[in-house]
Nanobody
Framework: QVQLGESGGGLVQAGGSLRLSCAASGRTFSRYTMGWFRQAPGKEREFVAAMVGSGDVTHYIDSVKGRFTISRDNAKNTVYLQMNNLKPEDTAVYFC??????????????????WGQGTQVTVSS
């Protein structure tokens, strides 16, 4: 089973930027879709962005398009989420997600992923 470790969360003012990182170990990283979900207090965990193993395909939820960018470095077994122009509604715990199955399409379903421990992102107005 894959092990995931996130870093990079914190407190930022609206309009600011943060970069999340997630290092993975335990399997061949480049075979698996990697993504990010988030969960705000009292809400369900939601898909934010994902990228297939080759890096050719990415998906984003509409609310982050043009502001967030997912990327990955397969040589470093690491996936990133660059978050720009942050808004208070982006406040949540952000979870790194690793697809359970290799070479599959991007899933928006939480059940299809393994999870990191999460990192808090707080955006003040």
């Amino acid at each position: 089973q894959v092990q995931l470790g996130e870093s990079g969360g914190g407190l930022v003012q609206a309009g600011g930027s943060l970069r999340l990182s997630c290092a993975a170990s335990g399997r061949t990283f480049s075979r698996y879709t990697m993504g990010w979900f988030r969960q705000a207090p009292g809400k369900e965990r939601e898909f934010v962005a994902a990228m297939v193993g080759s890096g050719d395909v990415t998906h984003y939820i509409d609310s982050v398009k043009g502001r967030f960018t997912i990327s990955r470095d397969n040589a470093k077994n690491t996936v990133y989420l660059q978050m720009n122009n942050l808004k208070p509604e982006d406040t949540a715990v952000y979870f790194c997600a690793a697809a359970r199955l290799p070479f599959g399409p991007i899933s928006y379903q939480a059940k299809d992923y393994y999870w990191g421990q999460g990192t808090q992102v707080t955006v003040s107005s």
